[in-house]
């Protein structure tokens, strides 16, 4: 029972996750049905297997705002932005319930309250629901005795998810006057019977005034673990009632238990309907062996179809998949061991064992990383209820737009990126976007735009964060940067260069603190949680037109592509992503520079750090070494090394206790010989070295 505790909350984190969601589209869309039905979906859905696994608290709260959207659904409520926010608040509240944190009473009652006092004094007549969930139907008739024949016939494997199909039966003796009747030829006999297995199926006969959609809604969590037949067999003030009913056949067939054809071959002894028509000469023998045919292999293609769709997908709990990776990751090292070794003894079996064996330990590897890919859109789809709480409490006029939600990104990654974004679109709201008079003023609509995209660009991602606000103002940025002594009053910066000035720790423009920004707590925070995850980040900004914040990530954190190089005789490696070239550095270079770090790069200046007195390596270094040269901040600086060995598919492991303070580091990986490599952090180097020349 635990562990269907646990799958619950689980599905109903999911579930509130798409009722926000869905809350906000309503608000910009209230006519919008079909949202109408997914918000009460979403409800009913996480009240009834609450329920059903013991969190009454939840079902008794989610009742609730349940019965406010089923009058929403009959349009006996219209959608109000006083609705939404009520329905925002109780997702809270159901959040914090599931997360099993405190609930403040009072808030509880009052957001009950107050779904309470939406309730309409009057009952409606007719719901005329539009919703694709139950097209197709009689609209349901309130205050009107229907009669409905309803067959439930749940698959055998219902139990293992849970579901107790005697608690749906109770749900719907609830509705009104029922008999039920089980059906039990499916049971096996003792020996052949699974225990957890169900193999009964229900007839129920229910008159009600709450219409198909009440009853629809009793068996909408498990609509997908079973046949469900719902039909209206008696009508209260229908013309054509009689007081006799159908007799016992037309019943069974009606019902689908059997066929007029049986009944006729029962009631007279005739052949079977296709051996009646060829003898009656209405068609060839052939004829009718393709109609069987046809039939045979349509109910074949459902069947499997349905049994597919069953097992397409499965839950894993997240440290499984960690796990898995992490074996990957050693299966990587061992393959390079296995690989080497065999170069080096020159075996010819053996090398081809080891080339299978590097061609299947590559393709566990690329589906280990695929299994953590997830879409970066369920991230995307919790910043709208940000930006709706933020604009107006602001008092902005914001719409927040997203593209590119179905791009997939390592599950850590994105689990990594939701503070980052918060503070990026915290600032883009208090500080960007204009209050809706001022931007009247300057010619702007009323309403700003908040436009966050994301899209794949080789091995990385790229997200974006793009305002039509009051962009940066470089001018503003460089007094403040002189102000607090980070840059004297004649150095001449680019504007790129001025920007970055706001990750410095505690700068800030602001005029006035507020309870969103001002402090000078934000971008170096940012910029520190990016580059941990061994990205960048980069603005581009045009004053008074908006700013756009792009952040460059690696597509994962477990294995990365690298530069192995030798210092001295150890081992390092420098991430790929950041590297542009290599370069030669020989003595003659060394002399034209006059002792300074510098190299003429085909006639560019870049300046150089030496590994070897960086590490504090003894020993002579090479007549010739290699200048590794990267980006760090939209600057060229190289790493001088003795020599370069090449790319390295890099299984990242963390450093120990005794490392862990070492900023130059970011950590270390295992060699095809067993020897270790240190991951080089190439940002860190660069601005130890730069701190370092400055004292």
């Known amino acids: 029972m635990n562990k269907h505790k646990e799958g619950y909350k689980e599905e109903a984190r999911e579930l509130l996750i798409e009722l926000e969601s869905s809350l906000l589209e309503l608000e910009e869309m209230p006519d919008d049905m079909d949202l109408v039905g997914r918000v009460f979906r979403a409800m009913h859905t996480i009240k009834g297997s609450g329920s059903m696994f013991g969190f009454d608290d939840i079902a008794t709260f989610t009742h609730e705002i349940e019965t406010v959207f089923d ?53 409606a007549l007719v719901d005329t629901e539009p919703s694709s969930f139950l ?64 193999y009964l199926y229900w007839d129920i006969i229910l008159t009600t005034t ?67 028509l060829v003898d009656a000469e209405m068609v060839e023998e052939d004829i009718v062996q393709s109609a069987l045919a046809e039939q045979q292999h349509v109910k074949k293609v459902r069947n499997e179809r349905r049994e597919k769709a069953a097992a397409s997908s499965i839950r894993v709990a997240a440290d499984k998949l960690d796990t898995l990776v992490d074996l990957v990751g050693e299966l990587v090292t061992v393959q390079a061991r296995v690989s080497q070794a065999a170069s080096s003894r020159n075996d010819a079996d053996l090398i081809i064992i080891a080339e299978q064996v590097e061609q299947l330990t590559g393709e566990l590897r690329d589906n280990a990383m695929n299994i953590r890919m997830i879409p970066i859109g369920t991230t995307f789809g919790r910043f709208k209820r940000l930006v709706r709480d933020l604009s107006s409490e602001l008092g902005r006029e914001i719409v927040m737009k997203t593209e590119g939600g179905e791009t997939e990104l390592d599950k850590t990654m994105i689990e990594h990126l939701n503070d980052p974004l918060v503070h990026i679109i915290r600032n883009s709201i208090d500080h960007g976007i204009e209050l809706p008079d001022i931007r009247e003023a300057r010619g702007k609509p009323k309403q700003g735009t908040i436009c966050l995209t994301a899209k794949h660009s080789g091995t990385n991602v790229l997200i974006k964060i793009a305002d039509d606000g009051a962009g940066l103002d470089s001018e503003a940025i460089r007094a403040k940067a002189v102000e607090r002594g980070v840059i004297s009053p004649d150095a001449e910066l680019s504007e790129h260069e001025i920007f970055a000035q706001i990750f410095a720790p505690g700068f800030s423009t602001a005029k006035k603190l507020t309870d969103i ?36 990530l690696p597509l994962t954190l477990a294995i990365i592509e690298g530069l192995l190089v030798e210092v001295g005789g150890g081992s390092f490696v420098l991430p790929l992503l950041a590297i542009e070239e290599c370069v030669e550095l020989t003595r003659e270079d060394i002399a034209k520079a006059n002792g300074r770090h510098l190299s003429n790069v085909r006639g560019e200046i870049v300046p150089y750090i030496r590994l070897r007195e960086t590490m504090m ?41 005794v490392y862990e303070n070492s900023k130059e580091f970011s950590g270390a ?27």
Do not use: W
């Open 71 to 123: 009058f929403v659904r009959n349009k006996e409520i219209t959608v109000t932005k006083r609705l939404v926010d009520l329905s925002l608040l109780a997702c809270d509240c159901i959040s914090k319930m599931v997360n099993g944190e405190a609930v403040d009473e009072f808030e509880e009652k009052e957001i009950v309250e107050s779904f309470r006092q939406m309730l309409p004094n009057t009952e």
């Open 210 to 276: 709450e219409g198909t959609n009440a009853i629809k809604d009793v068996f909408i969590f498990v609509e997908d673990e079973c046949e469900l037949s719902i039909k209206v067999i008696d009508e209260e003030g229908s013309l054509y009632s009689k007081e006799e009913y159908k007799r016992l056949g037309d019943i069974l067939i009606e019902r689908g238990d059997i066929t007029a054809e049986d009944l006729k071959r029962v009631l007279n002894s005739q052949k079977r309907i296709g051996e009646m």
């Open 669 to 695: 990986t295992i060699l095809a010989d067993g020897s270790i490599a240190l991951i080089l952090d190439a940002d860190m180097l660069a601005k130890t070295a730069e701190l370092e020349e400055r004292m």
């Open 517 to 552: 920004s001002g402090r000078g707590v934000g971008m170096d925070v940012v910029k520190r949680s990016i580059e941990a995850l061994r990205g960048s980040i980069d603005i581009s900004s045009q004053k008074g037109l908006g700013t756009t914040i792009t952040l460059k």
């Open 617 to 657: 390596i003894e020993g002579k270094s090479p007549p010739i070494e290699h200048i590794v040269i990267t980006e760090v901040d939209g600057f060229r600086v190289g790493f001088v090394v003795d020599q370069v060995i090449g790319e390295h598919q890099t299984v990242l492991k963390t450093l120990g206790k």
């Open 135 to 198: 097209t197709g139907e009689q609209p349901d008739i309130h205050n009107v005795n229907i009669t409905y024949r309803i067959r439930f016939q749940p698959y055998s494997d219902i139990l293992s998810y849970g579901t107790n199909p005697l608690l749906l039966l109770d749900e719907l003796g609830g509705l009104g006057e029922c008999v039920i009747i089980a059906q039990t030829d499916a049971i096996l006999s003792l020996k052949d019977l699974n225990p957890e297995a169900c």
